[in-house]
Structure formats: C-alpha cells, structure tokens
C-alpha cells in the first residue's frame, strides 16, 4: 500500500515540519536564530535573517559548524537542466514514478532501488564499478544485487551517463558510454555528497570555501589560524569523518563535553577514548544499509584490515544455518562474517547481510570498541532459538584460543 507506505513516513518528518524541534531547544535553554549565517572573524557570527536584518553573535567559547552536506551531481551536459532527483528528493516523494534510473551503486542508490521496485517502479542502476556497495565486503553487494535483481531491477555495472536531456515533460533520455541510452521517467542521482560551506564566510579566517572541515579527534578544526585559540569547531558531515546522522550525534556529544570543558581549562587532556573525542570513528563506525536483505557492518573490511598491515584471520558463517534464522524466516539466506585481529585476538570487524541483521549489529560494535578478546567472547552466551547464535557458531569456525 504505497500511500500508506509515504503518510507513515511523513508522520516521521512531522510533514516536514521543524515546530517539534524548535520547540526541544526553548526547553532547553536555548536561542534559536534562523537565516544565512556566516562566520566573521574569529568567535563571529553575521546572521542575515529573511526580512534583511542582520544579528551578530560573538562567541565566548566557539563556534560549531554543523552544516552538513549536500548531494553531489557530476558535471554532465543536461543534467541540471532535466532536475534529477537527489536522496532529498527520493526520501520525499508523494508520487512512484513509472521508471526511475538510478546513477550509483552505493547505500543510497542501493537502498532507493529497493524501495522504489517494491513500490512499482522499473528502476534501472548504472554503477560505473563492478559490483554494488564496493566499500563493503564483497558479498554484500553480490547478496543485495541477487535480491534486487530479484525484485526486478535492471542493474548495470561498468556504464556512465555522459549527457542527459529531457525528451519531453514525462521522460528522460540518458547518453550512456556504451553508446547505449536510457530513458525513464525520474533519473536519481546517487553518486556521493559535497561539504555545504561554500558561503559561510570561511575565507575570513584563512580557510578555503567549498572544502570539508578537516579536524582533530575533539572536533576541533585543524587549521593555523585556530590551533592557539581553539575556537572553530565541525561537527557532522561537513567534516567528513564518517557522514551517518548516528556518528553525528555521537560527535556532537563529544563536542558538548570538550566546550563546557575546556571553558573551564583551556588546557585540557583529551586522550583517546575519553568523553571529549570521537575516537570510534577512526576504525569503529557502525553502519547499516536498508535493503532487503539488509547489510549491518563495523569496523574494518578484510580488505581494509589487511591494507593497514593487521595480521587477519578471516570467519565466514551462512547465518541460516542457525535455528534461531531458520524460527525467524522459512529459507532465510545471510552470511556473516568476523575480522580477527590474530595478534591481540580481538574483532576488528563485522559484516552481517541478512533479513533483520540490523539488531546483531550493536553486540559487534561491542565487540569491536572495547576490543574484547576472543577468549572472553566465548563467556557471551547467545539465547537460543535467536540468530544471534551465529556468533557462536563463528567462534567455533575460528577456535577456542589456548588462553
């Protein structure tokens, strides 16, 4: 029931409405100003409201940049002028288009092809690479383009758009560089995303408009003109260290911790771990990829493990091997798998692709941050019939370490 399906998910967005919110931060304390706001100077604010008048704030402690991104559309004849969709667009459609082309094949593209097939439409995937999710293990982009295929997509690896044009007011004709071409009614645009901070007045402070917020594990932006005062913070996408909303949120948790902080010592020790840094975003990011089957993973790949000079091992399980998968669905088809660190015997990382595998995702984020040994592993005893046993049956695979 696809209107059913978007008035669900506008009850999520409040339909689109920010009032709830606006109303969280008066509970808290704190002032909401809205309009363009560009940095001034050092601790300086300009904020330009919609009826032209300017507010300046100046900042006791700092500034937070928390901007985030925005999507990124290549630079390809026609394509601005035919309006593709971006995520922002796709996630807030009140109409199923008859065909959508999607150009991507990472979490975006992966996850709007799955709801829009299971809405109707025919959705078509140009992926300039050779398989889906291609920062991911191998085998969940080879599980999620088995499925999608299943439901109808058309995938299309190895191919690019080169120009696009609107044929008429209903359809999109794409150049492809196979000498091929597309037409569909919506053309979604999955191909990565771009820092919103070029025009937010950071050339008055030495950096460069346009650019992510490079910064330090505190947040704290690395630039000359703020090593000594510490004032510029970012926080969220627009750094560019991991661009989910849930590390956002944890960074800006962390923001909150080392402002109050170092209000009070502008000396403060920041080690790794403590209240003040985001340090799990450097090789311990959960992330979770909505497509049916779903893909949960944290830490590092196998391949990324083994880039940065681990000594690995390597446990692959079929999770429906398990009873609690086969209680939970009739055939149900995953795999799992863990990358052990075999010096240390801890997980650096986890890949879960299955239905519903999003809830096994937090015991191996676990796992993974607080380095639990292997040996020690084996005392978390998984319920039975659940399909957490899985992590017992890769214990198993990898062998009860002599310790």
């Known amino acids: 029931d696809v209107p059913a399906v978007l008035a669900r998910r506008d009850t999520f967005t409040s339909n689109w409405d920010d009032a709830s919110q606006v109303e969280w931060l008066q509970g808290a304390g704190i002032d909401l ?21 300017t507010t300046t704030l100046t900042a006791t402690v700092a500034v937070a940049v928390a901007t985030g991104s925005a999507p990124m559309v290549p630079d390809l004849p026609g394509l601005t002028e035919v309006q593709p969709w971006t995520s922002r667009e796709a996630t807030s459609a009140h109409d199923v288009p008859k065909s959508l082309a999607i150009i991507g094949g990472g979490v975006v593209a992966c996850e709007m092809a ?13 992926v300039r690479g050779d398989a889906l999710l291609d920062k991911q293990e191998p085998f969940a982009g080879e599980l999620v383009a088995a499925s999608l295929t299943e439901l109808g997509v058309e995938i299309r690896t190895g191919v690019s758009a080169i120009a696009a044009e609107r044929d008429t007011s209903t359809q999109v004709r794409l150049t492809l560089d196979d000498d091929s071409e597309l037409t569909a009614a919506e053309v979604l645009v999955a191909a990565g995303r771009s820092p919103r901070t070029a025009d937010l007045g950071l050339e008055t402070v030495g950096l460069t408009p346009g650019d992510w917020l490079s910064v330090d594990d505190t947040m704290l932006v690395r630039a000359e003109t703020n090593k000594h ?57 959960p992330q979770v990829t909505f497509t049916d089957p779903e893909v949960a993973a944290i830490g590092l790949t196998a391949a990324a493990a083994d880039q940065a000079g681990y000594p690995i091992r390597v446990v692959d399980f079929q999770i429906g091997q398990v009873a609690g998968a086969s209680v939970h669905a009739d055939g149900y088809t995953g795999q799992a798998r863990i990358v052990v660190d075999t010096d240390r015997e801890v997980l650096l990382g986890a890949t879960f692709v299955g239905p519903d595998v999003a809830e096994l995702l937090h015991a191996a984020t676990i796992a993974v941050v607080g380095e639990v040994p292997i040996s020690r592993l084996w005392h978390a005893v998984p319920s039975y019939p659940t399909i957490s046993e899985v992590w017992l049956r890769l214990l198993d695979s990898y062998g009860r370490p002599q310790s």
Do not use: C
Request: proline letters at 3%.
């Open 114 to 126: 799955t709801a829009y097939a299971t809405f109707g439409a025919a959705v078509t995937m140009l």
């Open 33 to 53: 100003i809205r309009g363009l706001a560009r940095i001034a100077g050092q601790k300086t604010v300009v904020v330009k409201g919609q009826d032209g008048s």
């Open 229 to 285: 005062h510490k004032w510029l913070y970012a926080v969220g996408d627009v750094n560019h260290r991991a661009l989910l909303t849930h590390q956002g949120k944890y960074q800006a948790r962390a923001v909150g911790e080392v402002l109050a902080a170092r209000a009070r010592n502008p000396q403060l020790d920041t080690p790794p771990w403590s209240r003040y840094v985001a340090s799990a975003d450097q090789a311990a990011v």
